[in-house]
């Protein structure tokens, strides 16, 4: 399947969807017109009311579920930043080496090398 047919792949910005949050706004205006104006016959009315509350119920959500994407897309890019921060202090960040308070660290000594003994004849 290529990637532009699949069901999560984004839509291109030449796509429109079918019906947009303006043109709701527009058709609900007019019917809303209509009903206040009386410019449809009575028996038609109680449709009319059913239009405009389904118009303005489907406007709303729409606007909701547009700011929730808004939301959630900041949000995730909020984090991949943090995320970003985060690794860029971790690979600046050297810990220092644990050594025990115990005992000093001691070099160790080859058998086979050659040493010359140092003394301190100052005295």
């Known amino acids: 399947m290529h990637p532009a047919q ?13 019906i947009s949050r303006s043109t709701i706004v527009i058709l609900l205006s007019y019917q809303a017109g209509m009903l206040i104006g ?3 016959p009575t028996t038609l009315s ?3 009311y059913l239009a405009v509350t389904v118009g ?32 860029r202090i971790q690979a600046h960040i ?4 644990v050594q025990s308070p ?3 660290i001691q070099p160790k000594l080859r058998a ?3 040493f010359i003994p140092v003394v301190n ?3």
Not at 56 to 82: D, P, T
Not at 94 to 97: E, G, H, N, S, V
């Open 56 to 87: 303005l119920i489907s406007y709303l959500g729409i606007a909701l579920v547009r700011q929730e994407s808004v939301r959630r897309r900041e949000a995730n890019k909020h984090r991949q930043i943090a995320q970003r921060i985060d690794r």
């Open 102 to 104: 115990k005992a000093p």
């Open 112 to 114: 086979d090398a050659d």
């Open 6 to 18: 699949s069901s999560k792949a984004k839509p291109s910005a030449n796509e429109r969807p079918l």
């Open 38 to 40: 009386n410019g449809i």
């Open 121 to 123: 004849n100052w005295a």
């Open 94 to 97: 050297i810990d220092p080496p």
């Open 46 to 48: 109680a449709m009319m």
